[in-house]
């Protein structure tokens, strides 16, 4: 059975630092492509960052240089350690991961489409 479990969301100031994790079961592999995405209260959901299984990685123009994705296969966690945050970061923030079958050599721009597992995401609240 597939399953992604996110953690560490909660609540910050501005400029203040959290880090997400999101364990995966055994059934995603090293190849996987893996992604943070986040959704807000009545806006679509973007994609905040992605990894593929070479280490590969894209981020959102927002997230540049404040958001750093991880993952360490050994645990079968991904990361997203999120730095000098700002109340715009406010959002469910949720891992996501696609079959290399479908997302070899596109992890980076391939659509939200392409993932076809999902956690139930975590809450990242950012007041100023």
């Known amino acids: 059975q597939v399953q992604l479990v996110e953690s560490g969301g909660g609540s910050v100031q501005a400029g203040g630092s959290l880090r997400l994790s999101c364990v995966a079961s055994r059934a995603i592999t090293s190849d996987f492509c893996m992604a943070w995405f986040r959704q807000a209260p009545g806006e679509e959901r973007e994609g905040v960052a992605r990894i593929d299984g070479d280490r590969s990685i894209s981020y959102a123009d927002s997230v540049k240089g404040r958001f750093t994705i991880s993952r360490d296969n050994a645990k079968n966690t991904l990361y997203l350690q999120m730095n000098s945050l700002k109340p715009e970061d406010t959002a469910m923030y949720s891992c996501?991961?696609?079959?290399?079958?479908?997302?070899?050599?596109?992890?980076?721009?391939?659509?939200?489409?392409?993932?076809?597992?999902w956690g139930q995401g975590t809450q990242v609240t950012v007041s100023s």
């Open positions: 996501a991961a696609a079959h290399p079958f479908f997302s070899r050599g596109r992890c980076n721009s391939a659509s939200e489409a392409v993932f076809g597992y």
